[in-house]
């Protein structure tokens, strides 16, 4: 059963504090992407992957870092530099081109930070 | 890079009424998706429609590459159509990164 995971649901922090957020998939996708969704906005791209051991910041990197050690694997950390970091975080993979760019989002992390 | 507008930004409809959504875009694009957002946060893939005509069952999709617009048919349209639909979209060349436009509340009511 093909998609893409995200742990956990809920994550909560006290400021000050780094956070790891989780993202798997197991589409054989190369490319995988963070964004960020605040209360009745759309969502915006934190960072993206064409490939493993290779990332690019997004429009909203600031505050953010991530990993890209495994094609199946693309983790995201908070940071304590990251100035609003209360939002909803989803994780999305896709193809790295030929037929199609569709990009599959996984369900989602909420992350609150008091 | 690319701007995306949606409109209308909120859409009541009583329950079998016809809608159309519509989504602007700035550039030339190699990505057009529209999404459904359901009441838990979960983005449900509607269409990839970089151009052309797409259907799925009371969904449809036409995207006018060449005018820069994609609309969004709903027919004869459910409760269960309620939520949020986001239109995105990938500059051509961009890396396929998806710029969102800020959605259509839609509430279908009995």
């Known amino acids: 059963d093909g998609g893409i995971t995200q742990s956990p649901k809920y994550l909560f922090r006290k400021e000050g504090q780094n956070v790891t957020l989780s993202c798997e998939q197991n589409?054989?996708?190369?490319?995988m992407y963070w964004y960020r969704q605040d209360p009745g906005q759309g969502l915006r791209l934190i960072y993206y992957?064409?490939?493993?051991?290779?990332?690019q910041k997004g429009d909203i990197a600031e505050g953010y870092s991530v990993s890209r050690e495994k094609k199946e694997s693309f983790p995201l950390t908070v940071t304590s530099a990251q100035k609003n970091p209360t939002a909803f975080y989803l994780c999305?993979?896709?193809?790295?081109?030929?037929?199609?760019?569709?990009?599959?989002f996984g369900p989602g992390t909420r992350l609150t930070v008091t | 890079g690319i701007q995306v507008e949606q409109s209308p930004p909120d859409l009541i409809l009583q329950e079998g009424a016809n809608s159309t959504l519509r989504c602007n875009f700035s550039?030339?694009?190699?990505?057009l998706q529209w999404f459904h957002q359901n009441p838990w946060g979960q983005l449900i893939n509607l269409f990839y429609?970089?151009?052309g005509t797409k259907q799925n069952g009371r969904l449809s999709a036409t995207t006018v590459a060449t005018e820069r617009y994609s609309l969004l048919y709903i027919s004869s349209s459910q409760t269960t159509d309620s939520g949020v639909y986001f239109c995105?979209?990938?500059?051509?060349?961009?890396?396929?990164?998806?710029?969102f436009g800020t959605g259509t509340q839609l509430k279908v009511e009995l």
């Open positions: 999305a993979s896709s193809q790295r081109g030929g037929r199609s760019y569709e990009q599959y």
């Open positions: 589409l054989n996708h190369d490319a």
């Open positions: 992957s064409q490939i493993v051991n290779d990332f």
């Open positions: 550039d030339s694009v190699n990505n």
């Open positions: 429609i970089p151009s």
């Open positions: 995105a979209a990938g500059l051509t060349g961009g890396g396929n990164k998806l710029t």
